[in-house]
């Protein structure tokens, strides 16, 4: 990931393997090169999957909704958030388009698909209409040049509880030869498809809770030894997160932007 950072935010230090510390930039200077690049690698385009990981409260729903709308602002991109809570406040506030059924309506090129539970929480009937509504939108998207970015918060819930393994594997194998590009947020590595880690283009991680998710976490990131010597080092209380670029290696540790005023009031 190509970027102006300053002399004097280079990192001089080295992780004990030797390895360079990574640069701490400013996101102002890394998010449009980011957005830039997100899709094109070796200036081509093509899918790239994006995989955020981070616990509740980190940050990582917001920096993902940031990155869509960006997404969204620079290219036109169609985008297909998957909701599946009861109730999110983060999305409503970006006020795209909250639909049903598929396909959106014309002209309709982010939306957010809202698949809800009926009935109580954890309700087997429930659970299963719930998956019979993803798995329409699954099904529907799984088309020739079907050219959509589909971002799932928390994976976890359709791997485990609505027992999506199967198709979500296949999303991220296979994807990419449709044009669809996956984004999705975890709180940990486990209890996802081990795709999610090894077909993303991009990885952005938030400060690991304790040494056990440092270590998970060090481990999807490609070096073990190197990554949590850097990771703890993360600041929680700035919201700072490491993204790395698969294709070269490149790291970077930067800090979600603030949100804007009219966001900040909503809060």
């Given at each position: 990931?190509?970027?102006?950072?300053?002399?004097?935010?280079?990192?001089?230090?080295?992780?004990?393997?030797?390895?360079?510390?990574?640069?701490?930039?400013?996101?102002?200077?890394?998010?449009?090169?980011?957005?830039?690049?997100?899709?094109?690698?070796?200036?081509?385009?093509?899918p790239e999957h994006l995989s955020i990981?981070?616990?509740?409260?980190?940050?990582k729903s917001y920096f993902e909704q940031?990155?869509?709308?960006?997404?969204?602002?620079?290219?036109?991109?169609?985008?297909?958030?998957?909701?599946?809570?009861?109730?999110?406040?983060?999305?409503?506030?970006?006020?795209?388009?909250?639909?049903?059924?598929?396909?959106?309506?014309?002209?309709?090129?982010?939306?957010?698909?809202?698949?809800?539970?009926?009935?109580?929480?954890?309700?087997?009937?429930?659970?299963?209409?719930?998956?019979?509504?993803?798995?329409?939108?699954?099904?529907?998207?799984?088309?020739?040049?079907?050219?959509?970015?589909?971002?799932?918060?928390?994976?976890?819930?359709?791997?485990e509880d609505l027992r999506l393994r199967?198709?979500?594997?296949?999303?991220?194998?296979?994807?990419?030869?449709?044009?669809?590009?996956?984004?999705?947020?975890?709180?940990?590595?486990?209890?996802?498809?081990?795709?999610?880690?090894?077909?993303?283009?991009?990885?952005?991680?938030?400060?690991?809770?304790?040494?056990?998710?440092?270590?998970?976490?060090?481990?999807?990131?490609?070096?073990?030894?190197?990554?949590?010597?850097?990771?703890?080092?993360?600041?929680?209380?700035?919201?700072?997160?490491?993204?790395?670029?698969?294709?070269?290696?490149?790291?970077?540790?930067?800090?979600?932007?603030?949100?804007?005023?009219?966001?900040?009031?909503?809060?």
């Amino acid at each position: 990931m190509t970027t102006s950072v300053t002399p004097r935010t280079r990192a001089s230090r080295r992780t004990p393997l030797g390895l360079p510390w990574p640069d701490r930039a400013p996101w102002e200077a890394l998010g449009p090169d980011f957005i830039r690049q997100w899709g094109r690698p070796r200036g081509k385009r093509m899918p790239e999957h994006l995989s955020i990981y981070g616990q509740t409260g980190s940050g990582k729903s917001y920096f993902e909704q940031w990155v869509l709308r960006e997404r969204a602002r620079a290219r036109g991109s169609h985008i297909v958030i998957l909701a599946t809570k009861p109730a999110d406040k983060t999305l409503t506030d970006m006020q795209w388009p909250i639909i049903e059924d598929w396909p959106p309506g014309y002209g309709k090129k982010q939306v957010i698909y809202w698949a809800k539970q009926p009935g109580r929480p954890g309700d087997p009937n429930g659970l299963r209409q719930q998956r019979a509504s993803v798995m329409r939108l699954l099904d529907e998207l799984w088309v020739p040049d079907s050219n959509w970015i589909l971002a799932c918060d928390e994976l976890a819930y359709l791997v485990e509880d609505l027992r999506l393994r199967t198709i979500v594997t296949r999303y991220y194998r296979e994807g990419r030869a449709l044009g669809l590009t996956m984004v999705a947020t975890t709180q940990r590595p486990a209890g996802v498809v081990r795709q999610m880690h090894s077909e993303a283009g991009w990885k952005v991680v938030f400060a690991p809770e304790d040494e056990e998710d440092t270590d998970r976490m060090a481990q999807v990131l490609g070096n073990r030894r190197h990554y949590r010597e850097v990771l703890p080092t993360l600041d929680r209380s700035k919201y700072e997160f490491l993204i790395v670029r698969k294709l070269t290696g490149e790291a970077y540790i930067s800090s979600i932007p603030a949100p804007p005023p009219a966001a900040r009031k909503q809060k």
